[in-house]
């Protein structure tokens, strides 16, 4: 090889070598291109996945076929298929007898041939009294429907065909009760269980279930003419050393069935009550799901609705081990959302001693939140009334619950009934509102000259001067705004406890009045073709007449009120104006014998104070007395007294802040 030829394969090398070096892909191309292998890689065996399962589902269906054609499940003397008792698998029988052991979940078993899960279904009796028509269920020993025979839906009330179906509070598939408890491998729940029927007559039934070892669960129901409970009695016989005494829990679902006209506000008071041993009454939140574990030893258990309520108490509290409580919100668009009110749910542990021969003793009750009839069990029932706390409370069921008992108990219309309760309500409220009147024209007759007093002190830093000239002429002259505003908060826990009181009156529920149908929910005169948010889809008149008069009422109570003087500060009169607006969106949707009665209260302010002012208070008597005063204070008399103690204060505060103002200036 010659020089030439040496220095040719050299020079190639290199372009070669050059041409590599400048080609080669970039870190961020080898990355690219061994993603895309791996995808293709991935791709083909997915495939090769998807093909092997076609084959194996095509030879599994001939294998199936093969089998429904040869095989046959084996079967008891209770025609129940047959399990074998080491594996648990099922046994099929071939065409040539031998048999086959298949686990239920394999796939080679067709459905024909799947052993079917056994659904027991349970027979229905019923029991009535007068009050109550109480379904039993075989299957779980359990109530399975209430209906009251005095009462009907809101649905049936307003066809007005003169008779009465009785109000369904809840029926089959709504209600679940039974015991719970673990029994060795499994956790038993009776109300799944079909038990026998032991005795039956009209107003008792007994529903007996064996369990265990020679183990038998009774449940005894008896029922009541003239009331709306029965007594449930549970006795559990011979199952010592096979269930925990402590692990016993009776469990209690229930959802109620809309019985009302509007589901939103049967819903707003819907919650479950409890009331503990040593703690008293409390309940879940009635606006949200809520849970709670019980705190203490429970008394009785309450699923409260809007007017009808279901109660369970035991002879003995149940124990506060393990027991608990929980409402839940029927999920909005589903099925159920426009039939059933909502879920409850409550664990109560019975607080056994022995299950060998144990009984507990309780008690249900069905019925209407009816003041009279919940205060008859003398049982604290009452309390699921939201008739407010404290005083409110006190005021409710001392006074305007007894005057509505009266009043109500002559027979006359329900409407008239709350008339003349308004009427004597604001009667005795009458010195209140004078005292409040007459205040309002002292007010009223000082107002040119506090507004004078204003405007000589328009600066902010002679706040000190122009507080005390006001409380001097105050003072002087015998008025006080003080004076207005005690009277009205006397007055107030009675408009407050009124605002509690009406919606929860169970005697208003279904009674009409003029348009309003029934007085419990709101009246309407027109229904609109679209939902207005917070107002509704109708027209509430006797809230539009309410408002109407409390716009009246402001206006005059308002002209003794100064113009807004402080820049930045809310002007009142703007404020008090806009309330009756908004009692207009609020009020829509409530009872409407709680909007008649403010229309009528407020109408009756509005008549007392235009009595008042014409027969009972003359301004130019009260303004020529302000002046008498005035000018005995400034001759050095004693009827404007002396300077108060708080004058004196503001005196030394005003001096104090001169002192410091003249410092600054040295």
Known sequence: MDRNTIVGLVLIGLVLTTFALFNQPSEEEMKAAKEKAQKERLKAEKKKKEADKKTNKEKEGSDTLEMAVNWTPKLDENDQFMKDSTT????????????????????????????????????????????LIVDFDTKGGQIAQ????????????????GKIDPLVLFQRGDAKQGLTFPMGEKNVNTANELFSVKSQSEDRIVFELEKGDKGTIEYVYQLKDGAYDLDFDINIRGLGGQVTPKNVMYNWELAYRKTERLMSEQRRVSTVCFNYEDEGFSYLNEMTADDEEAEDDIDWVCYKQSYFSSFLRPEKAFDKS???????????????????????????????????????????????????????????????????????????????????????STGMAIGLVIFLLTLIIKSALMPIQWKMYTSSAKMRILKPEIEEIAAKYPNKEDSMKKQMETMSLYRESGASPMAGCVPMLIQMPILLAVFRFFPSTFGLRQQSFLWAEDLSSYDSIATLPFNIPVYGDHVSLFTLLMAVTTLIYTHINSSNMSAQ????????????????????????????????YYFISTLMSIAIMLIIKKFFVDEEKIKAKMAARKAAAAAGGTKGGGKSKFQQRLEKMQEAQRQQMKNKKK
Not at 146 to 161: G, I, M, P, T, W
């Open 88 to 131: 648990g698998s099922f046994i099929y029988v071939d065409t040539l007898g031998k048999d086959t052991l298949i686990p239920a979940t394999s796939k080679m078993i067709p459905d024909s041939l799947r052993p079917k899960k056994k659904v027991v279904k349970g027979e229905i009796i019923t029991l009535t009294t007068d009050k």
């Open 146 to 161: 209430v209906k009251l025979k005095e009462f009907e839906s809101f649905d049936n009330y307003v066809k007005k065909d």
């Open 322 to 408: 393990g027991s608990s409580f929980r409402v839940k919100t029927i999920k909005e668009g589903s099925k159920r959302d426009s039939s059933h009110v909502k879920d409850y749910i409550s664990e109560l542990n019975l607080n056994l001693k022995n299950v060998e021969n144990a009984n507990v003793s309780m008690n249900w009750f069905f019925g209407p939140n009816d003041y009279k009839v919940l205060t008859s069990y003398d049982q604290d029932y009452d309390q699921i009334l939201n008739y407010g706390w404290g005083i409110f409370r006190w005021i409710n069921i001392y006074f305007v619950q007894p005057l509505f008992n009266v009043l109500g």
């Open 565 to 596: 003087q402080q820049p930045g500060m809310p002007n009142m009169k703007i404020i008090m104006y806009f309330f009756p607006i908004m009692m207009i969106f609020f009020f829509n949707n409530y009872s409407s014998g709680l909007s008649y």
